[in-house]
Structure formats: structure tokens, C-alpha cells
């Protein structure tokens, strides 16, 4: 399928940012984030509610102008070459932006005659797309009488009519059932396979990032604080931990003694008769500490592997949980709305 | 440019398609002309007004200042589709798409335009039945011309008004403070020539007046100022409220 295709090929990034800040007032939403995004890549943004996420993606999609800073989007200026910008993207905003008194095929029938598409292309696009987030039978409903879940599949299948070169999800999934969301995530991640589309998205779903993205940016307070492969975000950490129970003390040092020459063993902690051995790669190294434990005859009574996950990474480098960081948030809006009702 | 058109058009047939799928809304913006029309009408045509010459009655004199009262309500009202579209999210989906303001203010313009002059459309036909009469085809075509200008400045004030707006709530609460007085002092229900001179004056600055009178001269042959004044009047006046509006519009916050 060549129809989506990534002509700009003067810049091999789809968007660059750098300090971009969005300000109102005093309080600073966005505080001049920096990242770029090779072409075809999924990135993520990850983070709390409030913690600018949505302000980038406004400001990326030219819906509200940067304080300061500049950015590129599909090799154009976000803020001086604005209708350049809204030719090559798509966006599907937080909140649906959708007419509910026309029906879908209305909707996305306006939308692809506002983006200057011929009948005959607009046709053979609507069919394909509805056909793509199968709503083919329910095109000619009102979307009063949709549901969350078609709605937002509508508003995907909109976002691609008109063949971007980048597509915006601002958090996609919200509100959604578990099974509507796993189809949301396969239908981007089809997307990105058959059309090479560049897509940004935002989240607070830690397993949306980690299952969707090829690269991640954890942003907390309007900051990224940091922005990887959700890999080697993981493995930037301690790596992966194997968690061994032996028989008594004894035996556990001296297992101990014969991992710790094993290759690519990180480190071993040991506490009483239990090993904490951290590792990049386990299941290879499982393998040869379990050779090591049978020719040196040492029991093993339970193995436990665990690998961390993107809520450790984002512990890690905001020292809460992102619950904890929206429970945060709101204590915060709370105060806000109580100062300025005073 | 070719986008700006569609723009303009895609805005227009959506409003059209709303218009017509919410018949509570026709009925509802038609009704309070038309009981306006019957209880004044009932009440003032034994009264007779010295500024109505011999040999027109009240009813006949009354019909031009409810098309004009009605443009007003239905024009300025249809600003609040703005500050629904934002409520809605669906001011987004039009501010994202790579088409010039302009067009996109050209096109609500043009849709909430549409919709005011078929509902004031039905109550001249409603008028026909409680016995008005149309003289000819051209003083028809005159009255369309002066509830278009009158529909353009109104919309533009009702965009102007909503682009400041954030609330529905406060958006009726000033439309009706202003357009109350409009109404009122427009010679709509009785001849300006009876007010007294510094209220006159009042009535010299209303662009709702020139309208009034401009309809009233092209269908009863009955007018306070010769026509081409009032048309030249509420072009110029049209003019400068579409400016406004596109600038406030260039000003209002997508999200």
C-alpha cells in the first residue's frame, strides 16, 4: 500500500521539538521539551493526568500557539507554516470532535471535502477506512447512537483520510472498555505495519506504552525526565531480577560463589538463604545457573523471574507511581479551583 | 483556495442538515414571531397609531417589523452554535484542518444566514393567512435583500458576542440585554415618528431600524427613510460588523 507514503525525505525525523513551552500565565504547562521522531516510529508520550501531554499535542497540531521554542512537524515550522503542518496530519483529540447530528459517513465525508479531496478519491478512501475500523454497516447512523468505542474508531478512520504523514492520539483509549482498547492499539499498530505512519501518542496507560511504542517519553510536571526504547528504559534500571530459594544460608553463598562467574550477571545480593540476581537477559542466564546449582549438587527449592515493568522505570525517575502522581495532580487542581473561588 | 471553498460549503450543509433534522427548533424559533405577530396584533389594531397613514391597518403595518424582529432573534442566536461546536469538540476538528479562518467564519456566516431567512420565510407565509398581502414579486425580492443584510450584521454580532463567550448561560443572558432593546426601538411595533426626539435619536443608531423601515417601504410602501438610505445604511453597517466578527473570531480559543 503506497498511498501513505513519507515523501519529505529532506529530514528523516517526522517531528522535531526543540524546547518548546507553553505558558499560561504563571503557571507553566509545557517547560521546553526536546525530543525528535524518526519517520514510521510510534512515540509515546507517557505520563500523569495535567502533566502537559495534551498541551504539546495542541501545540504540535497548531491548535494553540508555543510561548517560545520551535518545532517541526512533517519538515514544517509548527507556528509559521500552520496549514503546511495541518495538510500532513491526522489527530484524534482527548475529547471526541465529532458532529453527532450527521451520520459517520457524513462526518468523514466533510472532513475529506474540507482537506480538498475529489469524489472519486473520497469515495474509495470512506469505503476503505470504514471498512478498516469495520463500521461499513453502521455508516449511515447519526452518531448521537454510537458508542464510546465507535466513536473514537471513526474519529481513526477520519484522521487518516486525507493520507497524513504523521497521526496524533491523544490518549486514545481513555474511557474505554479493556476489549475496545486491545482493538484501538491493534488497529494503530496495523496502521503503522501497512502504511509506514508515523504515529505520536499520549497516555497514562503504563502497558498502552509499553505494548504500542517503539520509543517512550516519561513526562512529569510539563518535563520530560526521560525518553528511550521502553527496553532499555527497563533495562536502564537494574535489569531484570531472577529471585532464588535455596535449602539454608550456606548454600545460597555458595551458589553465589559460582554465578557470579557466569557472563552477563549484573549482580547477586544475597539475604539469608534467598539470591537476588540481576541479569539483562534471563532466560539464558537461568539456564546456566541451573547448570551450576546441578554439578555443584546445590538444592534449589523456588525461581522467580521478574521483570520490570514501565511503572518501575517511571518510579524510578519520578520517585512516585503515576497514580500517586495524578492523585497528586488533582490534590493540586483541587487547591486551584478553591483559591480562586475564595 | 479550492479547500477555502469547500470550507465554506462543508460549514454551510452541515448546517443545513442540522437545521433540518431538528424540527423542535424550526417550530420553536417560527412560533414566538408568529404569537408576537397574533397577541400585538390583537391588542394595538383598535389603537390607531398617527405615524400609520389612512387605509393601512395595524396587522399589515406590524407583518414587516416581526420579518425584521425574527431575522434579528434567529441571526443573532445562531451564534451560540459556536460555543456549542467548542463545548462539543468539533470547533477542533474544523481549527485543525488546513483551510483559512476566513473561510471557515464565511461558512457558519453563510449557514446561520440560510437558516434565519427560511424561518422568517415561513412567517411571511404565515402572514398570508391572517390576510397580508405581498404586492409583487420585486418587493419580495427587496424584502429578501434587507433580511440578508439584516441577517448579516446579527450574525456577526452573535459571533462576536460567542467569541468571547465561555458559557451558553451568559451568552443568552447578554444577547438578550442587547437585542431586547433592538427590537423594541426599532419602529418594528409602532412608528419611530411617535417616539419622543431623544429616544428618536435612539432608534437613528439601531441598524435594526433601517432594516425595518427598508422592509416596510418594499412591501407596504409605508417608510420613515426613502430606501436606498436604508440600504446603504445596513450595507455599510453589514460591512463593518462582518470585520469585527472575523477579527474576533481570529481571536477566539480553539479549545
Known amino acids: ?342 | 483556495m479550492n479547500r477555502d471553498i469547500a470550507a465554506v460549503y462543508v460549514l454551510w450543509l452541515r448546517a443545513m442538515k442540522r437545521f433540518v433534522r431538528s424540527p423542535s427548533q424550526i417550530i420553536g424559533s417560527v412560533a414566538m414571531p408568529v404569537l408576537f405577530l397574533l397577541f400585538l396584533g390583537a391588542g394595538f389594531s383598535s389603537i390607531k397609531f398617527p405615524g400609520i397613514p389612512a387605509g393601512i391597518s395595524y396587522i399589515t403595518f406590524l407583518v414587516p417589523g416581526i420579518i425584521g424582529m425574527s431575522m434579528l432573534f434567529a441571526a443573532s442566536f445562531s451564534g451560540i452554535s459556536l460555543l456549542w461546536d467548542r463545548q462539543f469538540g468539533f470547533l477542533k476538528e474544523v481549527m485543525v484542518a488546513p483551510v483559512s479562518r476566513t473561510s471557515i467564519l464565511f461558512g457558519r456566516v453563510l449557514g446561520g444566514l440560510t437558516t434565519a431567512i427560511i424561518q422568517s420565510t415561513i412567517l411571511i407565509v404565515i402572514s398570508l393567512f391572517i390576510g397580508f398581502r405581498i404586492p409583487n414579486v420585486f418587493a419580495l425580492v427587496i424584502t429578501l435583500g434587507f433580511m440578508f443584510l439584516i441577517g448579516l450584521i446579527f450574525i456577526s454580532l452573535g459571533l462576536i458576542i460567542a467569541s468571547f463567550m465561555k458559557d451558553m448561560q451568559g451568552f443568552g443572558l447578554i444577547l438578550n440585554l442587547l437585542i431586547f432593546p433592538l427590537f423594541f426601538l426599532s419602529g418594528a411595533i409602532y412608528p419611530i415618528t411617535i417616539l419622543p426626539a431623544s429616544v428618536r435619536y435612539i432608534t437613528m443608531v439601531n441598524p435594526l431600524t433601517y432594516g425595518v423601515d427598508g422592509i416596510r417601504g418594499a412591501l407596504i410602501g409605508v417608510s420613515a427613510f426613502p430606501i436606498y438610505i436604508d440600504f446603504i445604511v445596513l450595507s455599510i453597517v453589514a460591512c463593518i460588523m462582518l470585520a469585527l466578527g472575523t477579527y474576533a473570531f481570529s481571536k477566539t480559543k480553539n479549545v
Open chain 1, 1 to 342: 500500500m503506497a498511498r501513505i507514503r513519507n515523501v519529505a525525505k529532506k529530514s528523516r525525523y517526522a517531528i522535531e521539538v526543540s524546547n518548546l513551552v507553553k505558558q499560561y500565565g504563571d503557571f507553566k504547562a509545557v517547560k521546553g521539551v526536546s525530543f525528535k521522531v524518526k519517520e514510521g516510529e510510534i512515540f509515546g508520550f507517557l505520563g500523569p493526568n495535567g502533566a502537559g501531554k495534551t498541551t504539546t499535542v495542541h501545540m504540535l497540531t497548531t491548535i494553540i500557539p508555543p510561548t517560545s521554542g520551535v518545532a517541526k512537524v512533517a519538515g514544517h515550522n509548527i507556528y509559521e507554516r500552520r496549514e503546511d503542518v495541518r495538510s500532513k496530519i491526522g489527530v484524534v483529540f482527548q475529547d471526541p470532535s465529532l458532529d453527532d447530528k450527521l451520520t459517520g459517513a457524513e462526518n468523514l465525508n466533510f472532513h475529506a471535502m474540507i482537506y480538498g479531496m475529489d469524489r472519486e478519491n473520497r469515495r474509495a478512501m470512506i469505503k476503505e477506512m470504514l471498512e478498516m475500523v469495520e463500521l461499513t454497516d453502521k455508516a449511515d447512523i447519526l452518531i448521537e447512537n454510537y458508542s464510546g468505542g465507535m466513536k473514537r474508531r471513526l474519529e481513526i478512520a477520519r484522521g487518516l483520510l486525507n493520507k497524513p504523514k504523521v497521526l496524533f492520539l491523544d490518549e486514545p483509549t481513555i474511557g474505554l472498555d479493556a476489549q475496545t482498547r486491545r482493538h484501538i492499539l491493534d488497529y494503530i499498530l496495523n496502521l503503522n505495519k501497512r502504511y509506514k505512519l508515523t504515529v505520536f501518542i499520549t497516555t497514562h496507560y503504563i502497558e498502552e506504552a509499553d505494548y504500542l511504542c517503539d520509543r517512550v517519553a516519561i513526562i512529569d510536571h510539563g518535563t520530560i525526565v526521560a525518553c528511550d526504547t521502553p527496553e532499555k528504559l527497563k533495562s536502564g534500571l537494574n535489569g531484570d531480577s531472577i529471585t532464588i530459594t535455596l535449602a539454608d544460608k550456606s548454600s545460597a553463598s555458595a551458589l553465589s560463589k559460582y554465578i557470579r562467574k557466569i557472563k552477563k550477571i549484573r549482580d547477586v545480593k544475597q539475604n539469608e538463604a534467598v539470591l537476588y540476581v540481576y541479569v539483562n537477559d534471563p532466560a539464558s542466564a537461568l539456564a546456566s545457573i541451573m547448570r551450576a546449582a546441578y554439578e555443584e549438587r546445590i538444592e534449589v527449592l523456588n525461581i522467580e523471574i521478574h521483570k520490570p515493568s514501565l511503572e518501575d522505570v517511571f518510579i524510578h525517575y519520578t520517585g512516585k507511581g503515576i497514580r500517586e502522581a495524578e492523585a497528586e495532580q488533582n490534590d493540586r487542581m483541587r487547591a486551584m479551583v478553591r483559591s480562586r473561588m475564595r
